[in-house]
């Protein structure tokens, strides 16, 4: 037979979060916790850091209902989650919560912070720019291409 349900409050993280809602969100800092977190708690198997870090920002309330609901809603082609499934999260995400919540508190930048004003190049954009460095591009070339974005987003 089944116990109470046990829920954690996660609006310590919300909080700390505030707008940042992609795992792309996060510095390498955060990034890395997340990573360990997963690792840690995850077996061999794994799980999909973005989708990880998805269900942590999206649950208020981390219980067994809530992670399964926002694993069900993660824009995936993914089949209902399992049961096995939704209790690693559940683990995975009350852990992430608490180490997030240990990390921002010790004064470990979690978050990228964007400048008013500025613009900033998406995950395609910045493989354009690896591309071209990587195939010899010039700084002037790069500038060209920075330029093009930046008034293209104008």
Not at 41 to 47: F, L, S
Not at 71 to 78: A, E, G, H, R, T
Not at 96 to 119: P, R
Request: hydrophobic share 30%; proline share 3%.
């Amino acid at each position: 037979m089944a116990g109470k349900q046990q829920k954690t409050d996660n609006s310590k993280f919300i909080s700390i979060a505030g707008n940042n809602s992609k795992y792309s969100d996060l510095t390498t800092e955060g990034k890395a916790i997340v990573i360990d977190i997963i690792s840690k708690c995850a077996g061999k198997k794994g799980y999909p850091k973005e989708k990880v870090y998805y269900v942590l920002f999206n649950c208020t309330e981390i219980s067994r209902d809530r992670v399964k609901y926002w694993l069900q809603y993660y824009p995936s082609d993914d089949s209902m989650p399992s049961e096995n499934t939704v209790r690693k999260f559940l683990t995975i995400t009350k852990q992430l919560s608490e180490a997030m919540v240990d990390a921002h508190t010790k004064g470990i930048k979690l978050f990228k912070t964007s400048k008013a004003g500025h613009y900033y190049p998406t995950t395609v954009q910045k493989y354009q720019l690896d591309k071209l460095y990587s195939n010899g591009g010039s700084a002037q070339e790069m500038i060209e291409v920075l330029q093009k974005m930046i008034d293209d987003a104008k």
